[in-house]
């Protein structure tokens, strides 16, 4: 059941726009969320953790909340066609964020049920929803949107102490926003990803502890530019994307790495 908070201001970058953010409840979704909500959007977090994702809707003016489980096909399609009908008959902007990392073990001792489990979400969830949007987008009129979809630097590059599941399904992703872009593009829909490097978010802080000391060093000094972006970088950046400013950016990957894929590389430990 979608549960309102406080109406929206209706200023801003985004104002009028309404748009849905997947693991919306912390890390990366709460800024995003709120980033989102402050350039005047009606704002529908998605979370299968309730009190989180109520809580980040509560703050912020246009926040919505849902209850919804990726990974369950029936659950998105039932709150896209829920939020469309709360939303006027239009979703403009869809975050496609919510998404897990497992912990660090090699890939030859890694049990099967990890990489499911990551698959399932990573993969699958992040299919899920972009399918229930692209339906959407090209049924309302007039057609169009924007679906951004939260990719990882190790979609770009192959980093070996991060599990090989992460890896695979996010580069998995970056190559589902290509093809839909391009498939989607005559319908004036526009699908980007972003692919931070490292972010202290309550998901890699819980990965950190299955790190060896080696890994947490390698880790600290990781990107040329030093230091790390934190949570409201990575939302910044979607601001853009879904902002007009981003008007013919479709099928892009946006880096938020200081400079890592521009030629880092990362010493392979264990």
């Not at 959007?41 to 489980?69: H, N, S, T, Y």
């Not at 902007?93 to 049920?113: C, D, F």
């Not at 892009?252 to 264990?270: E, I, N, Q």
Request: hydrophobic letters at 45%; glycine letters at 10%.
């Amino acid at each position: 059941m979608v549960e309102m908070g406080p109406k929206a201001l209706g200023t801003g970058r985004l104002a009028g726009k309404s748009a849905i953010v997947t693991g919306g409840g912390k890390g990366f979704g709460e800024a995003i969320s709120k980033v989102l909500s402050a350039e005047g959007a009606r704002v529908l977090i998605a979370d299968i953790d309730v009190a989180a994702g109520k809580k980040v809707a509560a703050e912020i003016p246009g926040g919505w909340f849902a209850e919804m489980d990726t990974t369950k096909a029936d659950q998105v399609q039932s709150l896209f066609a829920e939020a469309a009908s709360a939303f006027d008959g239009r979703i403009d902007i869809v975050m496609n964020n919510a998404g897990i990392v497992g912990p660090t073990v090699p890939t030859h001792e890694r049990p099967l049920e990890l990489w499911h489990k990551v698959v399932d979400v990573n993969l699958n969830g992040v299919f899920y929803v972009l399918q229930a949007a692209l339906k959407q987008m090209v049924s309302q009129e007039p057609k169009g949107g924007v679906i951004v979809n939260l990719a990882s630097i190790a979609g770009l590059e192959a980093i070996p102490w991060l599990p090989i599941e992460y890896t695979t399904t996010k580069h998995g992703v970056v190559g589902m926003t290509k093809h839909a872009a391009v498939e989607y593009a005559g319908h004036g829909i526009r699908v980007c990803a972003i692919s931070p490097t490292f972010v202290a978010t309550p998901l890699v802080i819980e990965f950190a502890k299955s790190m060896t000391p080696e890994m947490l060093e390698a880790a600290a000094n990781f990107n040329p530019i030093p230091g790390a972006p934190d949570p409201e970088d990575i939302a910044q950046a979607a601001l853009f994307l879904c902002s007009d400013s981003a008007r013919w950016v479709s099928g892009s990957v946006l880096k938020v790495d200081g400079a890592y894929c521009a030629g880092s590389s990362t010493p392979s430990v264990r």
